[in-house]
Nanobody, 130 residues
Framework: QVQLVESGGGLVQPGGSLTLSCATSGFTFDRYAIGWFRQAPGKEREGVSCISKGGGVVAYSDSVKGRFTISRDNAKNTVYVQLNSLKPEDTAVYYC???????????????????????WGQGTLVTVSS
């Protein structure tokens, strides 16, 4: 059974930092790209970041570029996203996801298209507030 489990969310002040983790199981982790999405209250879900199977290709949305850093540890089957310089508008439930598509060329792996996602995590809430 393919599973993605997020952790690390919480309440943080503006300008603060958090690291979210996405622990996976049930599939060959190092064959697939993993993406992070978020959904703010009253808004549609949006793609935040993506990392290819080997970590050589990463992508970020314009709204988080320069503040968020995605990484993966294939030995631990886990993807991380470091959230820095957090703003109130970053408040959202953050989800990790995979499309379970094997790309011969990692340049096509990211960004992850929401319509292609096969497996979602349950989400972790990040609240940025003073």
């Amino acid at each position: 059974q393919v599973q993605l489990v997020e952790s690390g969310g919480g309440l943080v002040q503006p300008g603060g930092s958090l690291t979210l983790s996405c622990a996976t199981s049930g599939f060959t982790f190092d064959r697939y790209a993993i993406g992070w999405f978020r959904q703010a209250p009253g808004k549609e879900r949006e793609g935040v970041s993506c990392i290819s199977k080997g970590g050589g290709v990463v992508a970020y949305s314009d709204s988080v570029k320069g503040r968020f850093t995605i990484s993966r540890d294939n030995a631990k089957n886990t993807v991380y996203v470091q959230l820095n310089s957090l703003k109130p508008e970053d408040t959202a439930v953050y989800y990790c996801a995979t499309d379970l598509i094997i790309h011969a060329d990692d340049r096509w792996a990211c960004p992850l298209r929401e319509g292609n996602v096969e497996v979602w995590g349950q989400g972790t809430l990040v609240t940025v507030s003073s």
